[in-house]
């Protein structure tokens, strides 16, 4: 083991403890305190089981999980564990990863856009693998780092059917002109960086962006410039209600890889999947603090008929400032699931959820149908492990939502098997296809559908 994750780090459960009766058992706590602060419940063993899966599907890639999309203490830990790397966009999430003792040539600066005291932070931590993709940046590298490895980042530009909301990164037109002040500066360019997102990663434009990266690759060559290293981004899908499943999608990256950067060509490879690893590992609880009734007008209904139908609001005691800023980066809301079963004869209303009272128009969901909740009551959403954090430190004033952490005894097992061993073969990855997660243990093998999704623990 490495030391970076131990028991202490998360609560251990038995096979068939899930990670609901984990949410059962806090809940009850919490309305025996009359305590309504939000908090959430992540599954380690999904994040393992991802793990796994990324490491068969992409036998040749090194995974780099972006800290902006989920900073909690035993993400980072147990990645760590698990030998990955991080992406870090500020002095503060480098700070924090290095603090759990991951060592620097495992971290990746990944911001095109840094402040210069970060450049420096970096540089006094060791920390050289960076960003760049334009002049300017350069040459704040060039006077603050000298030392630093580049990537240089290419833009939708220099592939055509990537979708236009990628908006950092130069065109293919830029890059000799970029390669060659790099050279003038004596700052060593190793490699490209590129990044489709979740709605380009489609066969064509990924092949057309190796492509793109495998023409700089022999520019910088020609230019001097050691080139070894190429970041394929991320937009690897989260959930499993996705257009391509990540073995689909899989398997046109090893295409492309292997038609451009063919096995011995001395390039190595990394991506940055952040949503994949943390979404369905994490779910979050969060009560209602005020309910508004708003009387719904249907016309040519008699004004007694109207009374009787109406419109619910719920504030919650999380807003999209704080748990819920996952809706700032284009994420859905999930669909909230009732803690406590509704009676069958409750008639459902329209219902819209807001945040906190006070705090402006903070819309979370609007037109669903739900029974006639009370303050107190508590709503649960799966699939929040992405962008709901990181975010919520920075904009929200008041107190975070506490993550409760466990795994079970299995992942714990097979953590442990997979340190002492990385599997190397393809018969070593399919022996590790064992229940991993708290919700999982009902699945026979990784590779089966589980029966109950879990819900997540950190």
């Not at 079963?341 to 819209?352: A, V």
């Not at 959403?381 to 954090?389: D, E, K, L, P, V």
């Amino acid at each position: 083991m490495n030391g970076y994750l131990n028991e202490s780090n998360f609560l251990m459960v038995e096979e068939g403890f899930t990670t609901r009766d984990l949410l059962e058992n806090l809940l009850g706590e919490l309305c025996q305190e009359s305590e309504q602060q939000a908090f959430f419940v992540a599954d380690l063993g999904d994040i393992m089981k991802k793990h796994l899966r990324f490491l068969k599907a992409l036998p040749r890639v090194k995974p780099y999980f972006p800290v902006k999309c989920n900073g909690s203490e035993g993400v980072i830990r147990l990645l760590a564990e698990l030998g990955a790397g991080f992406a870090c966009a500020n002095k503060a999430e480098i700070s924090r990863v290095q603090g759990i003792g991951v060592p620097a040539d495992r971290i990746f600066y990944s911001s095109p856009c840094k402040q210069v005291a970060h450049i420096r932070y970096a540089a006094t931590h060791g920390v050289r693998l960076m960003a760049f993709d334009n002049e300017v940046e350069l040459s704040k590298v060039a006077r603050s780092h000298p030392r630093a490895r580049l990537l240089l980042g290419i833009t939708a530009d220099s592939i055509p059917s990537a979708h236009p909301s990628m908006t950092f990164g130069t065109t293919l037109k830029s890059c000799r002109h970029l390669l060659e002040t790099a050279k003038e500066q004596a700052v060593e360019v190793v490699g490209i960086s590129f990044h489709l997102g979740s709605r380009g990663l489609e066969p064509q434009a990924l092949a057309q962006a190796v492509a793109a990266a495998q023409l700089v690759f022999d520019m910088g060559a020609e230019l001097g410039h050691h080139m070894h290293l190429l970041d394929i981004g991320g937009g690897f899908p989260g959930t499993e209600d996705t257009r391509a499943p990540l073995e689909e999608i899989a398997a046109g990256i090893n295409s492309a890889l292997d038609l451009y950067f063919p096995e011995g060509s001395g390039v190595d490879i990394v991506a940055r999947p952040g949503r994949y690893y943390v979404t369905s590992a994490f779910t979050l609880a969060v009560s209602i603090t005020a309910l508004e009734e708003i009387p719904t007008e249907q016309p040519g209904s008699d004004e007694e008929e109207c009374g009787s139908k109406k419109s619910l609001v719920y504030h919650l005691s999380e807003g999209i400032y704080g748990a819920f800023s996952c809706l700032l980066f284009d994420s859905p809301c999930p669909r909230p699931r009732l803690h406590r079963r509704p009676c069958p004869e409750q008639p459902w209303h329209s219902s819209s959820l807001r945040g906190p009272r006070g705090h402006g128009e903070e819309r979370i969901a609007d037109g669903l149908e739900l029974p006639l909740l009370h303050v107190g009551d508590w709503l649960l959403f799966g699939n929040m492990g992405a962008y709901s954090m990181p975010t919520a430190s920075l904009l929200s004033t008041g107190p975070q939502p506490r993550v409760s952490c466990a795994m079970s005894r299995t992942a714990w097992k097979t953590i442990q098997l997979f340190q002492e061993k990385p599997p190397q073969t393809e018969d070593e990855r399919e022996s590790l296809c064992t229940p991993l997660s708290c919700g999982w243990e009902m699945a026979e093998t990784l590779c089966v559908t589980p029966v109950f999704a879990p819900a997540g623990i950190i």
